[in-house]
């Protein structure tokens, strides 16, 4: 018993300790922040209102601006590939964007544009497969494919409807290899096990699900 009481007592410290990590970090910016994008423990990417990015290399004791033109609206997803290259993306009610830099923010390239369009999310893997989920438009939800780190995008072949009216969150997207989940505003979470070729819809409890 008393062995048990005492693994028992250095869980409860252990989990206190991971808790007491927590330190706030002063980002260099007053503009709201939307989404972050960490690729290490080092590399971290941030992105925000009036388009602000900035990115750190030494995990967040210091931040580096990373915003350059055309990058001068609000930005609300940013997905960091590695130090130097990252996607951000726009959406406004005519129109979707989504620019990459390679350089570590001093240029951005417009590597998406759709009409009428609005980007929830990005995620890219190693090897640089990934996807990119929007809301829905003509009844079907906006979903992309890339195999070079979006530089390029292509619609995935098959549809999946919209169920409703429902939507998505912007950052609610989540890959874990292959496997692939967004939320949306459904109580309804979507799931796909082979890279967004297919999906399925997966129940949960609460109304507004983030994924």
Aim: proline letters at 4%.
């Amino acid at each position: 018993m008393k062995t048990i009481l005492l693994s028992a007592l250095v869980f409860l410290l252990s989990i206190s300790t991971v808790r007491a990590q927590w330190i706030s970090q002063t980002s260099g910016t007053t503009s709201q922040l939307y989404s972050v994008s960490a690729v290490d423990n080092n590399v971290v990417w941030i992105c925000g209102a009036s388009g602000t990015v900035l990115r750190t290399t030494n995990g967040g004791d210091n931040w580096l601006n990373a915003s350059s033109p055309p990058v001068v609206n609000d930005v609300y997803n940013i997905f960091g590939i590695d130090e130097c290259t990252a996607l951000v993306t726009r959406s406004t009610s005519t129109e979707a964007l989504v620019w990459k830099t390679t350089n570590c923010g001093t240029t951005w390239v417009e590597v998406f544009n759709q009409p009428m369009g609005y980007i929830n999310a990005i995620e890219i893997g190693p090897g640089g497969t990934g996807i990119m989920v929007g809301n829905p438009l003509f009844g079907n939800w906006s979903i992309w494919h890339t195999a070079d780190y979006g530089s390029t995008w292509d619609s995935l072949v098959s549809p999946l409807p919209q169920a409703g009216t429902e939507a998505g969150w912007v950052n609610s997207l989540y890959s874990n290899g292959t496997s692939y989940w967004f939320g949306t505003n459904n109580n309804r979470i979507y799931y796909s096990p082979n890279s967004g070729s297919t999906w399925t819809a997966q129940s949960t409890p609460e109304l507004n699900t983030y994924a």
